[in-house]
């Protein structure tokens, strides 16, 4: 059709005047690109010396070349090549040939022939590196070429032997990203000889060269990525190199020995100077076990790494790596944890502690003791004590993954866990308090455990003490003097960090109803009752009583005896809390009192669900209404979106497709509304006035549907076409409005040019989706495309009018999974009376804090807005570190907005609220070519508007004039 | 055969005046030079006169290395370099070099001003003695002179210890000092590279022990210390003003950081405050954890910790005291604990090990009524507690150095002759084969020298270049094999088989009747005498070692029974 299109255009080239400048300027782009390799030859012939070839080239790269003037360009570089001497160039070419080869649309075995011929005839390392890097690139790119592949490994085996370790280690690369587990035969003079890819890569691992030895293993692990399955041979071999003098080495062949593991977790391999076998899993456990205390803590990092991933392993060995042997002057000795557990188990707690305490206790057989080749022995007790913290955190995750897998491992690694509470730096605490969590199905905490725990709750990071809250949410507590504990230490945190106090509420509301029975002996010492006096009613608005409440209450959800434990004025109070905080205070079964059940039973899925059922219907039934008369459209439209939105109310799970399917329908309602509008039969001086009503339309749809696009999380494509085809008649809808309202002629072109490149964006983004389209507005509209082209504008508004009127309602499939993004924000709060008072011109800091919930990359999309009474509107983009992740789908903003201006006579309040920023320009595929390059990353931040996603906050401040 | 000679003049097969003189390619070295804590009489310092009777040591001794500022491994140093008379250079690293003298000085002052002994060196022989001092960095070579080199590697245990590689042509002695395998609070561990030295000399305080994690110990102190003063009780922690104290000092400072507690802590001034500036000074000596950090605060700018004044002992409210010395048996510790044993809400932590004869042994043994001079009788009435704060590598960290650095051979020094005895046996057990740092490999390049200039070239070239013949070293080997067939068969089936278990390498069958098995050939026989057994020929190079001895032993063990 495009062919067809530029035809026309130039038929009627000399007929209107203003598209025959438009036309030039695209014709003079078309004109530049064969020109290409033309301009390059030239620029080489000029260049006189090697630097300024160099200079040319590196101009070269910097532009992008389309994928029909690739050829072209590599004959001219080719031909370049073979006349330079200076191997700088011939380095930089090789790479630019590289580099071409990847254009997409470019099929680069024509120039894989070139490539191998002047490899042969190279002498300088370097180069041959390089060309040997650009028939990788080759390689890759022809994936499914066996003949190529196989003729590209002969070249790299033929070149393995060079002096270099540069070209070797590229020779290896190519090695392990195109060599087949197919054997070929080779067809030079070793004439019987099979060539088996793992084996040549294999010889290498005893290279001369420790960076050729690191490019064999990379290899071989490239081979297994690739999904060749590894000899088991290679074990011994790659067992060998964990005693290499590098570390690159050593780090790579740990990668190696686990991935042989994995394969081969089963079989048996002899234990050295011993007639014992062994499994492969646990013998290559041990090994890697071994290096976490080895010299470079990259091997270090990378061992304790790949620990937490070896599933297979048997317990015993797993138990092993938590146990250190302790020994004093050859006696045993308990360990801190040993005899922690042993007090706690004789009932002797509080000790205190005594001197000799941990005095070494039975003789040890000299000949037991093994001080190294224990394998496994103590490997997390060496991890977590290591000096980089790197390390560290390695040692947690792999001690959470394989807690995970095996409780009675989770029970035995507590103890370190608890310890790692306590570390130097805050990012390993908070990973082991996070792990903690992820394993505390599996666990119950003792009291002096629990009691380290709680400990940490004073720790002045709040990052730490919200993770700690999280972990208390989820702990299994063994007795009611630990429950009795939680709650004084949180209280004390309540004291000493007011603004936890949310956090702290909801981690009661779990621990009560996690432990209803060890809260009720505690009942009447919490709520300080009497058997015979009342006792003083406490203040409300404590938040310290409340978090009492909120526990009590949990826990007599579940517990119908504990009501009868209350006083008068707690049943008052829980009638308040019930109201005011919902979400921390559960329906309880009082006595006297009509239970209000919200009986919501989450075990129906969604799709037996009634409400899901009515949903889908009510949906159906707008989508049949093809040919009902305006009126009942309109009203039929309406009250689909009123049910939907109180659906959505009354069913949260269904609240995102709720809202997404009725914000269409509004689109849809807005559109029909506009169109009935009287100004399009009215006379044209007349409208003038009305025409507000449809430009407002148009508007307000444009905003629903980035609404739609961005918002929610969960948005499949075949959605965004649908949602971009509403903008589109957004678009049409303003275009035919702005026709009619002004007069003249001028400016309506810019508008058409600007509409129908619209048109053609759309059609080409989504190429794909066009035949599910059918019918539609677009479908029509690309159908009498080239006719608009050559229209008048006046023309084309016609035509776009009439099938604006005509189009269908396109049906808007429901995607599986939605949510709606929504913040809040929790500080600041907007209740203080006191304003923020500050010097004008200077800064004042303000915290904010909010939760974001289903917002997809939170990072680059939300930006803090402050609005200033005088009207003047700030953006603020916080930092990417301001953002948590405290869960799947949520997300907690924790910055501060400097705000300034200029003095005000009377204290006032600014705006603050949440925006959700959005590009749709993201979703155009770029070329390869310009990716990394300087354009493209300003294309990714800019921002094309933004949405408002909170309730906005109202802070009061007040710039004080400065002093002199 | 290198010959390297060691003789400790103290520190052998016990703990204190650490002093070892290595003699290696002709050179002499003395590693230390220490006092010994228990004496007060001559043996309290080495005994030079081993070196020479008379004349001065520089003649004997090419240089001095002192390992860290530990009395017991420099406190001989003025004695030797200005009484004794040395004037050679003495290597240590800069921390060791700042340090040290303050230390000196101090001891000084305990044994002439305390003690009033004379003849002793004075506060001048430390200046000129220290004037003498060279000072390294870490994993800097220094060239002592052409023939003799050392270097220096991160030890852990001290501010600036540091173990020191000495190397005299091709052979090489690692001396290790003290040393610390598990990382502290304000310390990283001992680190050494596969420098596979002829010797190493090593500690072994613990020999037999294997430590806990020292998360316990720490998790244990802060809590105790927590406790106290959540109670509003006073807590004194008395410390030795160098090494473990900053360590403490780092663990309760962070602790109030992050507790955000505001009892005040003090430290008892004195020596301290002139070492707790070294302490900032050299960052880079310190953990990852402060050397990170020091850019936004420097981890020894203490906050919480304060100067103490006599007069503080007395205010109300919580409070943590560091008070020296460690061992409650003088000083400004001792009079606090005096002032404070009365209450039971107080505490007393002791960090470390304490002599027998203290008020810190008493205490720790139970004792809750002491005699204190004139009759009068102390009643403690507040918690003691022990604590073990220890900085030498444990068995496991010994073990651990020995396989990092790949020694030769190993000696064991500064620990108790039977505890040594253990770990003897389990190096030799667990390092039986200890590398070969010189084993054979093959020739990949020659560096040719000429006219003092270097040239690396392939070994071919080498060989026309100066015009010599390649001698090719050759083995071979008969194999007897009983076989009644003819050569040519018995030479077939040696073919067949071979072909059959080398799938990976080139096995070929030449029409001489020979076999080769890449570069190897093999070729049969009859026997002499016995037409019955064929006698194999197997002849390899010397680059084909492997595969030929391989190959010998996989034709000793016969053939297969012919399948036809």
Redesign the interface.
Known sequence: MAAHLKKRVYEEFTKVVQQQQEEIATKKLRLTKPSKSAALHIDLCKATSPADALQYLLQFARKPVEAESVEGVVRILLEHYYKENDPSVRLKIASLLGLLSKTAGFSPDCIMDDAINILQNEKSHQVLAQLLDTLLAIGTKLPENQAIQMRLVDVACKHLTD?SHGVRNKCLQLLGNLGSLEKSVTKDG?G??VRDVQ?IIGDYFSD?DPRVRTAAIKAMLQLHERGLKLHQTIYNQACKLLSD?YEQVRSAAVQLIWVVSQLYPESIVPIPSSNEEIRLVDDAFGKICHMV?D?SWVVRVQAAKLLGSMEQVSSHFLEQTLD???????RR?R???ERAKELYSSGEFSS??????DAPKEEID?GA?????SGAC?AF?HG??????EVRIAAVEALCMLAQSSPSFAEKCLD?LV??F?D??EEVRLQSIHTMRKISNNITLREDQLD?VL?VL????RDIREALHELLCCTNVSTKEGIHLALVELLKNLT?YPTDRDSIWKCLKFLGSRHPTLVLPLVPELLSTHPFFDTAEPDMDDPAYIAVLVLIFNAAKTCPTMPALFSDHTFRHYAYLRDSLSHLVPALRLPGRKLVSSAVSANITPHEDPSHQFLQQSLERVYSLQHLDPQGTQELLELTIRDLQRLGELQSELAGVADFSATYLRCQLLLIKALQEKLWNVAAPLYLKQSDLASAAAKQIMEETYKMEFMYSGVENKQVVIIHHMRLQAKALQLIVTARTTRGVDPLFGMCEKFLQEVDFFQRCFIADLPHLQDSFVDKLLDLMPRLMTSKPVEVVKIVQTMLRQSTFLHLPLPEQIHKASATIIEPAGESDNPLRFTSGLVVALDVDATLEHVQDPQSTVKVQVLYPDGQAQMIHPKPADFRNPGPGRHRLITQVYLSHTAWTEPCQVEVRLLLAYNSNSRIPKSPWIEGGEVSSQVETSIEGTIPFSKSVKVYIMPKPARR | MPEIRVTPLGAGQDVGRSCILVSIGGKNVMLDCGMHMGFNDDRRFPDFSYITRNGRLTDFLDCVIISHFHLDHCGALPYFSEMVGYDGPIYMTHPTQAICPILLEDYRKIAVDKKGEANFFTSQMIKDCMKKVVAVHLHQTVQVDDELEIKAYYAGHVLGAAMFQIKVGSESVVYTGDYNMTPDRHLGAAWIDKCRPNLLITESTYATTIRDSKRCRERDFLKKVHEAVERGGKVLIPVFALGRAQELCILLETFWERMNLKAPIYFSTGLTEKANHYYKLFITWTNQKIRKTFVQRNMFEFKHIKAFDRAFADNPGPMVVFATPGMLHAGQSLQIFRKWAGNEKNMVIMPGYCVQGTVGHKILSGQRKLEMEGRQVLEVKMQVEYMSFSAHADAKGIMQLVGQAEPESVLLVHGEAKKMEFLKQKIEQEFRLLPDAKKPRLLHGTLIMKDSNFRLVSSEQALKELGLAEHQLRFTCRVHLHDPRKEQETAMRVYSHLKSVLKEHCVQHLPDGSVTVESILIQAAAHSEDPGTKVLLVSWTYQDEELGSHLTSLLKKGLPQAAS
């Open positions: 002096t070793e019987l000889a084996k001369q003098d205390s010299g250190k042997k302790l020994m004093s002057d050859l000795k360990t801190a944890h205190g502690r005594k001197w000799g305490d000299t003791v093994n001080l190294i080749e103590g007790v977590l004590e290591d000096e980089m913290y370190f310890d790692m306590n130097e730096i380290t400990a004073e720790d002045s990071s000493k």
